[in-house]
Structures are given as structure tokens and as C-alpha cells.
């Protein structure tokens, strides 16, 4: 019997330590387990801005169902001044159009956008196609297969948006994530994958084309899908801020002003650098003007690749 | 040569070394304690390594893994609860050992093994990483299909005893796999409507309930004290002579494991099943394993350490992680302006050189810190038996739910444990359970991305390539053996039935 009441006195003493909780204490949840690319980001940027608004922060890293599990715990805190969330494009502009979900892009405060890479559209530099042409009529005689971090992904998302609007004849193929697709296409599984530059270098990959509406830096000779007389397709990969409805305006401001002060320090400059991510700051009504455009174009491409009802 | 020693250089500096020991020791300690293990251990050290340099914090990272996936043998020994899922398959003839009496010879094989296998993939890392990391990439979908139908047919032999039981635990793992995001259309499964289900259900919470929580139960259920007593920890190592005797073994394991490392997406779990799988089919002494023999000890920690290695080989190759812990030591390389990618080995030779040195450092390091861990741990066991229990509750809640913060995995594991306590009073064994859910979402999602590859058409598969093709035909050898040798045995049962029986076997 005593062995049964020191079980349940532990068990009361993991509840204990829950709910201590201090109000100068800062929440930052990152949808993704701890070490991935966003979390990463987010390590760096805790420390900095935990310092301008003057409070201790702890970053929790809430995963799971493609980092909506973490998300909603934000917009599940409504009113809760210590807590914000370090999200990721998917998560905010993708997910709440493909299931139902705690929370839709109205469910949040937003603060700013951190950082944005565009997309581009590329092949491994084994094979031997050079241009978007000459890879729309290879595809022609038999479909190519495109990879993704899986399914509901902005890598899906663009390439579903591109094989929509040109003439490309592509068929998708989700994997867990971008480690195991670039295997893939290493092994010719599949031959095509929408991804940023970080992905581009690394596996040294050959770019044709870029999802955005200008040619990108250090890449003159990618041309932008309108250069190839396709619609305009506008696809990154951002990152952003976001609190819970409900905080006061003086807060929100305060949450902004620490925002735009890290990711304009040397020291999250130089670590972006290091990590090829172009920072990218929006102020709090452009940010959530950009949420909800992009939300509204996702849902429009689901719905044109046959992807929602 | 000279990039040889200047990456020794690296290596050897006090703070390299001292960041080996605490991260090996702390590992070892992480990853014995149940609900504990690699993921949460390398959370735990990550923010502190971002002020160091590049070679001291791998080398922390490094140690906090190889240790953690040593640690999980030795609570698997001493009290049938693996520290981590890793070492799920060394409770199988560890467990048995302890009730022996041989906890020493048991956590001896452990450690010897797990260093073996540790040093082992660091060689083969070492000399054979670009060649290594060029055949993973040719195991495609369809090819990890044969490959995990292969492993799961080898496994269902594990389960001793009744084999539909096994089926039976086997199939609810697969289920359990299955809840959440499916992983080709995104769309929930077996969710029933509830939101917090749509993340699907952990491998830890579900193994921290399955082993830890349903050993307490069955502890605090006991009524005999003998049974509840847990042995004293010691370590003895195996003299050379033994070694010799079942080098075979060590040697089998540890390729296994090297093996399945490289290949993504498998991990140190998977690989421990499959060699134990291949012991029970290929060791001379085959007959005793399950009852307490080092060979299972060894098939299991040999090959789990050896994936420890060999899970660098894609990921320094490649710049493809091999599972979660190699994802997260390439977020840490890239904090320190690393990036890893196919270029790493030229662009970054002394780094990459360092990181080898590293590894066996922490190999070593393991196999000295051994003795004073196995301490500790004796230390902690001679503890009231109520607060030893007490505190395998408490970690086992903890280790499960900051594996993703997710509270719902709390509740996860207090029910698996619960259902592991009815099924062990029914006689059903819990490996399967766990090896389902292993193996299962990798069979699922490679089947189904093998027929959107091969466009709807299995018969391609058996001809899609000549590693598929190789799998396969060890498929049909492997049924065929197995159906005859059931025949057999068959046979020889009902020829033994018609001998007139003797009083003495008719008692036993």
C-alpha cells in the first residue's frame, strides 16, 4: 500500500509543477519538434526579443499534425498576454482551408513576419533537362512525379498551383518531410520538387524557374513563371509572430516594436545569414493583411487542384 | 594526413572532452531512466550548446545520444522496462537473465555490445560513407517495402508463445500507427471528430505505458515480495574468450544495425527488432534466446548502437537526416553555420574528420563511464521499492509528454499503460505491440507511395528493381522454409503421439 501512495504523490507533484506559472514569463510556442528548421529560427530570435521586451521567455515546442497542435494552443489562449507563437506559412495559411480545425486565420493577434524565401521549381542536376519548356514536353509522353514534405505543404501546394495553371503533366508524391524527398530524387523516384534555396544549395540542385513575381538575387538567370507566360504564382516560405485574440493594443505594440528591433539586430542578421533566410519584417496590419491574401490564394489553388470540395 | 591531425586537434581540446563526458554520462543517465530517451535528452542540451564552437557542442550532442541509446539496456535489464524504445528488444533475454541471477553477466554483454557496435559504424562511417550513402539512396519506396515486409515476417516469430497472440498485439500496434494524419492525403483517421487526436499517437507514451506503467502495475499487484525485489546492479564484462565465442554475433548486429541506419527514415528501434529477428534465425544457440542468452542481449544493443554511426553516414553524405536525433544534430550544425548538404565532406573535411574522432571518443567514454552509471543506478534501485516505482511513474509522465508537449499524450500513456497491464495478465506479449507501431506507418506509407510511383500497378514491384527484386525472392525462400519447417514439426508430433507415451513424460 505505501508503495500505491508514493506513486500517487508523485503523480500529484508533476501536476503541482504545472501550474506555477509567473506573469513576467513568456510562452513562445514552436509547432515543431525541437532542432527543425523553424525551430532553429526561432531559438535565435527567442533570446533577442525576450531581451527588448524585457521578460524571461521559454520556447515549448508543441508538434504534431503538421504544426496545427501548436498553433491552436496559441489561439486557444485567447486574451493571454504571455503567450505568442512562432509559426510557420503552412500552419496559418494552408491547414485551417484543408480540415476543420480550432482556429481559423481571424483567431489570432498578429504581430509581424520574420523571415521569407521564395520557392523555386527544380530538378536534380543529373538529369538532363535545362529549361521549363523542354520539361513540359518531356512530361507530355509520361508524367513526372513531384515530391513534397507532405501533403497539404506549400512544396505541394506550388507545384499543384503549377500543374494547374501550365501545362505540365506532374503527379504528386508526399514524403515525411524534405530529408526524405530530396532521397528521392536523389535515387530518381521522383524528378521534380518545389523548394527554397536553402534546399536548392544544399542538395545542388538545378533551378528553372522561380514562384515569385521578380527574378531572385544571386539567381539572374532563373526566369519568374510570368517570364514563361504562366499566371502569376506567388509562392515563399515565411515565418511570423502571432499572439492569441484578446491581448490589449498597448501589448500588441510592445510585441511589435520587439519584433521589428531583432530582426533588425546584427545578431539575428548574422545568424539569418548563416541559416539562408532572408529576413523579411511586416508591421502587424501588413502582416495580417498578408496572412489573409495568402489564405485566400491557397484555398483558391486547393480548390482549383481538386484538393478540397 | 595532416587534416587527420588537425581534426584530432579539434577533438582533443579540454572543452571537446569535457563536453564528451557530461553529454555521455548524462545520456547514459537519460536514457536509462523510462519515458526518457534520445529525443528529450538532446532538447534538454540543445540551447546550452549555442554558445559553444561546432566540435564542443556535437560532441555533447553526440555523447547525450550514444549514451542515451546505451542507457535505455540497463533499466530494460534490471527491471524488464526499457529506457527507451531502442532497447524494447533487449528486455526479451535481459529480463530473463536478471530473474537468473546474471544481471552482471547481462549489463556486461549490454555495454561490451553497444560499444562494439558504436565503434564498428564509426569505422564503417569512416572508410565507406560516400559508397554507403550512394546505395541507400537507391532504397526507394518500393525497396523499403520488400525490406519491411521481409523484417516483419522475420519478427513474427518473436512473439513466444501463442503466435495469434502475437498477431493479435502486433495488428494493434499497426492500428495504433494508423490514428492521425494519414500520410499521403493529410486527411484525419480514427480521430472521431476529436481535434487533439489528429496528431496521432507517439511512439514514446505508447512504449512508456506498454513497459514502464504496466511493470509497475504488475509490481504493485504482485503479492510475493520475491518477485518485486529488484537485484543489484553489477557490472561484469566478458572476458576475451567469450568474446571470441560469439564474435559472430557482434559482428552480425552490428552490420544490421550500420545497415539500417543509413537508410532514412528506419531508425535505431526498427533496426533492433530486425537483428533480433535475424539472431533468433541465424544464432547457434538460437534455441535458448528468449530465455535468458547473451545473444539476444547482443543482437538487440550491438545493432542499436551501431545505428548511432551509421545514421551520419546519409546525413554527412547526403545532408539527408536518417531519423529525428540526426535532424536535430543538423540543426545544430546549421545554428553554427554548417550547412550539411552534399558539399559538407569537401567544403568541411576537418570538421567532418573531428566529428569521427568525436564519436569514438564517446564510445569510449561510454564503455569507461558504464561502471560508475551502473552505480548510480544500483544506488537508486536500493531505494524503498515505493519510491523507485514512484519515480518510474513520474519520469515515465514527464519523458511522454515533452516529447511533443502535447497533453494528450499523458493520457496516452496512462491508458496503454492499463491495457498493457490486462493484456500481460492475458499472456500476451507487448513487443509486437510495439513493433507494430515501428514498423507499421514505414510499411504503410512505402507501399502507398510505392503505387502512386509505380502508378497503381503491384506486379511492378517485383521487377521495379534488382534490390526489390532480391527482397522479394528472400520473401517467398523465407514462407517456403517456414511452411516446411512447420510440417515438420507437424509430422513429428503426430509420429510422437502414436510412440506408446512413458509414465515419466506423461507427468510433464
Redesign the interface.
Given at each position: 500500500m505505501?508503495?500505491?501512495?508514493?506513486?500517487l504523490?508523485?503523480?500529484a507533484?508533476?501536476g503541482a509543477t504545472h501550474s506555477a506559472m509567473a506573469a513576467d514569463h513568456l510562452d513562445i510556442i514552436v509547432p515543431f519538434?525541437?532542432?527543425?528548421?523553424t525551430?532553429?529560427v526561432a531559438?535565435?530570435f527567442e533570446p533577442i526579443f525576450s531581451q527588448r521586451l524585457g521578460v524571461t521567455s521559454v520556447?515549448?515546442?508543441?508538434?504534431?499534425?503538421?504544426a496545427?497542435?501548436?498553433t491552436?494552443e496559441v489561439a486557444n489562449s485567447e486574451g493571454n498576454p504571455n503567450i505568442i507563437g512562432y509559426e510557420p506559412a503552412g500552419a496559418l495559411s494552408i491547414q485551417p482551408s484543408?480540415?476543420?480545425?480550432?482556429y481559423g486565420p481571424d483567431s489570432f493577434t498578429y504581430i509581424c513576419r520574420t523571415v521569407s524565401n521564395p520557392m523555386f521549381l527544380m530538378v536534380s542536376k543529373s538529369s538532363d533537362i535545362e529549361s521549363f519548356k523542354q520539361l513540359v514536353e518531356e512530361s507530355q509522353e509520361y508524367p513526372f512525379?513531384y515530391g513534397s514534405s507532405?501533403?497539404?505543404t506549400l512544396p505541394h501546394l506550388a507545384m499543384a498551383a503549377l500543374t494547374v495553371n501550365s501545362d505540365l503533366k506532374a503527379?504528386?508524391?508526399?514524403?515525411?518531410?524534405s530529408?526524405?524527398a530530396?532521397?528521392?530524387l536523389?535515387?530518381n523516384?521522383?524528378q521534380i520538387m518545389a523548394d527554397t534555396e536553402?534546399i536548392l544549395?544544399?542538395?545542388?540542385l538545378r533551378p528553372l524557374a522561380v514562384f515569385a513575381e521578380n527574378r531572385v538575387e544571386g539567381y539572374p538567370d532563373v526566369p519568374t513563371m510570368q517570364e514563361l507566360g504562366l499566371a502569376e504564382m506567388d509562392f515563399a516560405v515565411w515565418q511570423g509572430v502571432v499572439a492569441p485574440k484578446g491581448i490589449s493594443e498597448e501589448r500588441t505594440q510592445q510585441y511589435a516594436e520587439a519584433c521589428k528591433a531583432t530582426v533588425e539586430s546584427d545578431k539575428f542578421k548574422s545568424?539569418a545569414d548563416?541559416?539562408?533566410a532572408d529576413i523579411a519584417y511586416l508591421g502587424p496590419d501588413d502582416f495580417k493583411a498578408f496572412v489573409q491574401k495568402r489564405f485566400a490564394a491557397n484555398k483558391q489553388v486547393l480548390k482549383d487542384a481538386g484538393l478540397t470540395p | 594526413m595532416d587534416m587527420i591531425l588537425a581534426a584530432m586537434g579539434d577533438a582533443f581540446t579540454w572543452q571537446a572532452l569535457l563536453a564528451i563526458v557530461i553529454g555521455t554520462w548524462a545520456g547514459i543517465i537519460i536514457g536509462g531512466l523510462p519515458g526518457l530517451g534520445s529525443v528529450v535528452g538532446l532538447t534538454i542540451f540543445l540551447p546550452f550548446t549555442f554558445g559553444m564552437d561546432v566540435i564542443t557542442s556535437m560532441a555533447l550532442l553526440i555523447g547525450v545520444y550514444c549514451g542515451s541509446v546505451y542507457g535505455g539496456s540497463i533499466t530494460a535489464i534490471l527491471i524488464n522496462t526499457p529506457g527507451t524504445p531502442q532497447s524494447a528488444a533487449t528486455t526479451f533475454d535481459g529480463y530473463p537473465m536478471t530473474q537468473q541471477g546474471r544481471v552482471d553477466e547481462a549489463l556486461g554483454w549490454a555495454t561490451f555490445a553497444s560499444f562494439f557496435g558504436g565503434v564498428l559504424s564509426c569505422v564503417l562511417l569512416i572508410f565507406c560513407a560516400p559508397q554507403l550513402a550512394k546505395f541507400a539512396v537507391n532504397f526507394g519506396s518500393i525497396e523499403v517495402f520488400a525490406l519491411v515486409c521481409l523484417a516483419m515476417l522475420c519478427i513474427v516469430g518473436i512473439s513466444r508463445g501463442s503466435l495469434l497472440k502475437g498477431l493479435v498485439c502486433g495488428m494493434m500496434g499497426f492500428f495504433f500507427s494508423t490514428v492521425g494524419s494519414d500520410p499521403i492525403t493529410g486527411a484525419d483517421r480514427f480521430t472521431f471528430g476529436t481535434y487533439a487526436l489528429s496528431s496521432g499517437l507517439d511512439l514514446i507514451p505508447v512504449v512508456v505505458g506498454a513497459f514502464a506503467l504496466s511493470e509497475v502495475f504488475v509490481r504493485f499487484s504482485a503479492r510475493d515480495e520475491e518477485a518485486t525485489t529488484i537485484p543489484e546492479a553489477r557490472l561484469r564484462f566478458p572476458n576475451l574468450r567469450e568474446i571470441g565465442r560469439r564474435l559472430i554475433e557482434l559482428v552480425r548486429g552490428s552490420f544490421i544495425g550500420s545497415f539500417v541506419g543509413a537508410l532514412p527514415g528506419t531508425g535505431a528501434a526498427a533496426a533492433a527488432f530486425i537483428s533480433y529477428a535475424a539472431a533468433q534465425k541465424l544464432s547457434p544457440r538460437r534455441a535458448n534466446l528468449g530465455k535468458g542468452e547473451p545473444d539476444g542481449i547482443i543482437a538487440s544493443e550491438s545493432s542499436n548502437n551501431a545505428v548511432t554511426g551509421s545514421a551520419f553516414i546519409p546525413t554527412l553524405a547526403l545532408g539527408i537526416p536518417g531519423d529525428v536525433v540526426t535532424a536535430m544534430m543538423m540543426g545544430a550544425m546549421v545554428i553554427h553555420g554548417i550547412t550539411p548538404g552534399v558539399r559538407l565532406m569537401v567544403d568541411q573535411a576537418q570538421t567532418v574528420y573531428a566529428l569521427f574522432v568525436v564519436l569514438i571518443i564517446v564510445n569510449v567514454a561510454m564503455l569507461v563511464l558504464s561502471k560508475p552509471s551502473i552505480g548510480l543506478f544500483r544506488y537508486l534501485f536500493k531505494l524503498p521499492l515505493g519510491f523507485v516505482m514512484g519515480g518510474i511513474v513520474m519520469f515515465s509522465f514527464i519523458g511522454a509528454v515533452s516529447v511533443r508537449g502535447n497533453p494528450l499524450d499523458l493520457v496516452v500513456a496512462a491508458l496503454t499503460g492499463i491495457l498493457a497491464y490486462v493484456l500481460r495478465r492475458g499472456g500476451y506479449p507487448l513487443a509486437p505491440l510495439v513493433i507494430g507501431m515501428v514498423l507499421g506507418p514505414a510499411l504503410e506509407s512505402s507501399l502507398r507511395r510505392g503505387l502512386l510511383i509505380s502508378r497503381g500497378d503491384f506486379l511492378s514491384f517485383f521487377t521495379h528493381s534488382g534490390i526489390a527484386a532480391t527482397l522479394f525472392v528472400l520473401i517467398g525462400l523465407f514462407l517456403v522454409w517456414t511452411t516446411m519447417a512447420g510440417v515438420l514439426d507437424w509430422r513429428a508430433k503426430i509420429a510422437a503421439r502414436r510412440e506408446p507415451v512413458s509414465p515419466s513424460s506423461s507427468r510433464a
Open positions: 505505501t508503495t500505491l501512495r508514493y506513486s504523490a508523485a503523480l507533484l508533476i519538434s525541437a532542432g527543425g528548421a525551430d532553429i531559438r535565435s520556447v515549448r515546442n508543441v508538434a504534431g499534425a503538421s496545427t497542435v501548436g491552436a484543408l480540415k476543420k480545425l480550432p512525379l507532405g501533403p497539404g503527379e504528386h508524391v508526399p514524403y515525411s518531410g530529408g526524405p530530396m532521397n528521392a536523389a535515387g523516384e521522383i536553402t544549395e544544399n542538395y545542388d545568424f548563416k541559416a539562408k | -
